[in-house]
């Protein structure tokens, strides 16, 4: 590739070609660089090397027939895991996470010390974060 810098966990790419594909579970985002005249490829969770980078070319956290109906308009099916196994709970999920994040966000200042309710707080967030990373949501905002 041509022009290629590493910039920590971003890849400023000017006048290189890179293969990427259009995915419900990206693993980068990418943003155009004005200074450079580039595009900035930054990784949300590890790629590792020979792996594709999957961009997030529409909303992902919403359920699976807004996906296919945003898709549409790039004549592109979608086959990513996400798609391809998507279940009533997984676009439940991607509706709600959220939502699920902000309520354990506002719960954490209620709770302290060793208490049932603290417990069940930090089960439910890590049920959470376990449901998130499954469905390739972890690196959502
Ligand atoms: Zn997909």
């Not at 995915?23 to 660089?33: I, L, R, S, Y």
């Not at 509706?95 to 208490?115: C, K, P, Y």
Request: with cysteine; charged share 20%; glycine share 4%.
């Amino acid at each position: 590739m041509l022009g290629v810098q590493n910039f920590g966990n971003g890849i400023l790419a000017s006048l290189a070609w890179l293969s990427y594909q259009p995915h419900c579970m990206p693993n980068a985002v990418f943003d155009f660089d004005p200074d450079s005249f580039s595009v900035l490829y930054t990784a949300t969770r590890k790629i590792k090397s020979g792996d594709q980078i999957f961009l997030g070319y529409i909303p992902t956290a919403v359920a699976l027939a807004q996906r296919r109906q945003a898709m549409a308009r790039y004549k592109f099916i979608c086959q990513c895991p996400a798609c391809a196994n998507a279940t009533t709970e997984s676009d439940k999920l991607r509706r709600t996470f959220q939502l699920d994040l902000n309520d354990i966000a506002r719960s954490v200042s209620t709770v302290s010390g060793r208490t049932p309710e603290t417990r069940d707080l930090m089960n439910r967030t890590l049920r959470l974060k376990a449901a998130m990373e499954k469905e390739g949501l972890e690196s959502e905002p």
